[in-house]
């Protein structure tokens, strides 16, 4: 199909989207304007709930398949925002609005590239899109319902903003809710056991531990006490310190290495993962679809932040257009050129392992 009639959709589909709040499991409306692309170029799909899905036309159950998926969901404007969040608005080559850059330009950059090859015969690979929901929110019913509904998957290109570079690999995330213990008492009288002060120490050992295996992709395991809560009134000494600590795991350890490893070793009276999902990710530098990336010129990285190839057991490569500094950024934006350039690339880079 036309590249830059399908590139110029995608960008009209871009603006819709914008224009369509579609916060975490109130994506109703975004996924009827996805159901409308797939409809107008007579692509059969199929919707599961506020998941919209396709594959190509000539899929062949003895060949693997590729996912191709990025989400339509957003989180909630901030109080940033100069211009409406709601408005696609265009200046400077900049297309503002909510979830341009996370990550609607990914979304309707894969959506285009699916389309371009949908009717293409003789594929090495079958192709699966998958637009899903509650991405922001890693929701009970966003790609990781569809796991058990959609074909098996071989290897996976999820859409997020990487400036089109290669992130090959992608740290997990589990987050504990901690509780440090002390003697209730009056403020007015002697107390050695304040929970507040004994959370001196425990904050301290936080700050300063260091997990012992490093990745050459990821770095290191990064902790963070991202909230503390405690006390009621004035006058009274608090029985407990309630800390949330937010873990973000490389390649080297599994999410359940780092719970019994906390549950061990931290000062902690108790530390409990809220879930152990979010695990790390990654895709072999060898593999067919890192090396096309990188012979078209593309660099290698390893992402800190976290998508949905948390929920995805295959080898999955992040890669799409925008910046991920830019997401969740009062005025969010993206480039018009990016999307251009992110289609461009996308097929390219099919068109190798294809």
Known sequence: MNIQQLTSDAIALLQHLIETPSFSSEEDATAKLIENWFQQYEIPFTRTKNNVWATNLHFDESKPTLLLNSHHDTVKPNNGYTKDPFE???????L???????????????????THFYNQQNLKYNLLIVASAEEESSGKDGLNSMLSIIPKIDVAIV??????QLAVAEKGLVVFDAVVKGTPSHAAHPNTNNAIY???????????????KTSSALGDVKMTVTQINAGKQHNAVPANVELVVDVRVNDAYSNTDIVEILQKESPC?????????LNSSSIPVEHALVQAGIALGRETYGSPTLSDQAVLSCPSLKLGPGDSTRSHTADEFIYVREIEEGIDLYVRLLREIL
């Open 88 to 94: 696609a608005i265009v200046e400077d080559g900049k």
């Open 269 to 277: 009276d108790s530390i409990i993962p809220r879930s152990i999902k």
């Open 96 to 114: 503002y609005g909510l979830g341009s850059n996370d990550a609607g330009g990914c979304l309707v950059s894969l959506i285009a590239t699916f």
């Open 159 to 164: 859409g997020e903003p990487t400036l089109m």
């Open 198 to 212: 004994n959370t001196i120490d425990v904050l301290k050992w936080f700050q300063d531990y260091t997990f012992e």
